[in-house]
């Protein structure tokens, strides 16, 4: 059976994208393209909470989400005021480490069987009861295996129904409609991949956790995640070189990997931490390439975390073959004015954008 977390039946001619993170809200107000153009973004807001550098308990969404909901929507609600928009429909997003996502394969068989299956299947990948999650599957393509037979490769998709409903709630409290949630995986490959048949590793490093995405003819295959992460390099600086977590924070944005921090190089400190990041990415390439057979050909950084100077150089070598920084601003027109931040920031807004054209792209 597909049991769809919350889909919106066509209609609104605006939407907001909004991305929760751990340390940051973001927003962007996206208008249906008029024909033959890409989708405006119209405005954004960008909401950064430093208390987590100090008391990582405080982050905007902790992994157990403890946070109480209504401090998200006051937040949430603050950002609004900035932004001025009308809009009142919002697609959000779910960060990878609330999901349960499985890439399966099956035979070949008709849309009614597949739900079926799947619905018997989901016990073995779902660790909760079935009557606690929200259970959604999309195809994502077709492949013979080593034996030679066909088989369909199904998406499955499951949340606690919890946070479903938690989510519901905060976006209610902001008076705002959720029409939409789904992972952020799914966002990326909506920003970022735009149908492209590369198949590419998608890595979202962000302050809490680095989601690991393989994205593959078009479609997200698999996503994982590990908590090293942006806030790991800010701690190892703050440790090593016995300073404050926001005097770290703020050495790590303006110098990155070229930088030196007193008698010490800012990267002897830094790359232990991103070897730790690239070997989740090498093990999340090798269970790909092993288990589905597909080569990886590039990777794509998103994620605050990909504005790290030096970071894409590092990458490419480390992995060995080609690495850029995630730019979801090219799916979208926009006024002069958002150029710089298009540019500076442009990788923080992969997840944002994606939700905000969702109803858009095909
Ligand atoms: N210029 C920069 N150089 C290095 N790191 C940066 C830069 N700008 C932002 N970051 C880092 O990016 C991280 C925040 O990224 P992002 O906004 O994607 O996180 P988030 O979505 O709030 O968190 P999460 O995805 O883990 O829930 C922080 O660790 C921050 O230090
Ligand atoms: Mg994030």
């Given at each position: 059976m597909n049991i769809p977390f919350l889909k919106s039946i066509l209609g609104p001619?605006?939407?907001?994208?909004?991305?929760?993170?751990?340390?940051?809200?973001?927003?962007?107000?996206?208008?249906?393209?008029?024909?033959?153009?890409?989708?405006?973004?119209?405005?954004?807001?960008?909401?950064?909470?430093y208390g987590h550098l100090e008391r990582l308990n405080n982050a905007i969404q902790t992994s157990s989400l403890k946070m109480m909901d209504k401090d998200t929507s006051e937040l949430?609600?603050?950002?609004?005021?900035?932004?001025?928009?009308?809009?009142?429909?919002?697609?959000?997003?779910?960060?990878?480490?609330?999901?349960?996502?499985?890439?399966?394969?099956?035979?070949?068989?008709s849309?009614?069987?597949?739900?079926?299956?799947?619905?018997?299947?989901?016990r073995q990948?779902?660790?909760?009861?079935i009557s606690e999650v929200s259970i959604d599957w999309i195809k994502v393509g077709e492949r013979e295996d080593e034996q030679?037979?066909?088989?369909?490769?199904?998406?499955?998709?499951?949340?606690?129904?919890?946070?479903?409903?938690?989510?519901?709630?905060?976006?209610?409290?902001?008076?705002?409609?959720?029409?939409?949630?789904?992972?952020?995986?799914?966002?990326?490959?909506?920003?970022?991949?735009?149908?492209?048949?590369t198949t590419t590793l998608i890595v979202d490093i962000g302050a809490r956790s680095t989601s690991i995405s393989v994205a593959d003819k078009g479609f997200l295959k698999m996503s994982n995640q590990t908590d090293f992460s942006g806030g790991s390099l800010t701690n190892a600086l703050a440790g090593s070189l016995g300073i404050s977590t926001r005097r770290a924070e703020n050495l790590k944005k303006q110098?990155?990997?070229?930088?030196?921090?007193g008698e010490y190089e800012l990267s002897t400190i830094l790359l232990p931490f991103l070897d730790a990041i690239i070997g989740e990415v090498k093990r999340s390439k090798n269970i790909y390439e092993t288990s589905y057979g597909g080569k990886i050909e590039r990777a794509i950084l998103a994620g605050g975390g990909a504005n790290l100077l030096g970071i894409e150089?590092?990458?490419?070598?480390?992995?060995?073959?080609?690495?850029?920084?995630?730019?979801?601003?090219?799916?979208?027109?926009?006024a002069p004015e958002i150029e710089p931040l298009a540019k500076t920031l442009g990788s923080s807004f992969s997840v944002a954008i994606g939700l905000g054209i969702k109803h858009f792209v095909s």
């Open positions: 001619s605006n939407y907001l994208g909004v991305d929760i993170g751990t340390t940051s809200i973001k927003i962007v107000d996206i208008a249906k393209a008029s024909a033959g153009k890409k989708p405006r973004l119209k405005n954004y807001g960008f909401l950064e909470s949430l609600k603050m950002l609004l005021g900035h932004l001025k928009s009308g809009t009142r429909e919002a697609v959000a997003s779910l960060p990878t480490f609330l999901a349960f996502i499985t890439l399966l394969e099956i035979p070949i068989m849309e009614g069987e597949i739900g079926q299956t799947i619905q018997y299947q989901a990948y779902v660790p909760l009861p030679g037979v066909k088989k369909q490769q199904i998406l499955l998709v499951s949340v606690p129904n919890e946070y479903i409903k938690k989510y519901q709630n905060i976006f209610k409290m902001a008076g705002l409609k959720l029409v939409a949630l789904e992972i952020e995986g799914m966002s990326m490959v909506r920003s970022l991949i735009a149908g492209d048949p110098r990155g990997l070229s930088g030196s921090g150089k590092y990458f490419e070598e480390q992995l060995g073959f080609p690495t850029v920084k995630a730019d979801p601003f090219r799916m979208v027109s926009y």
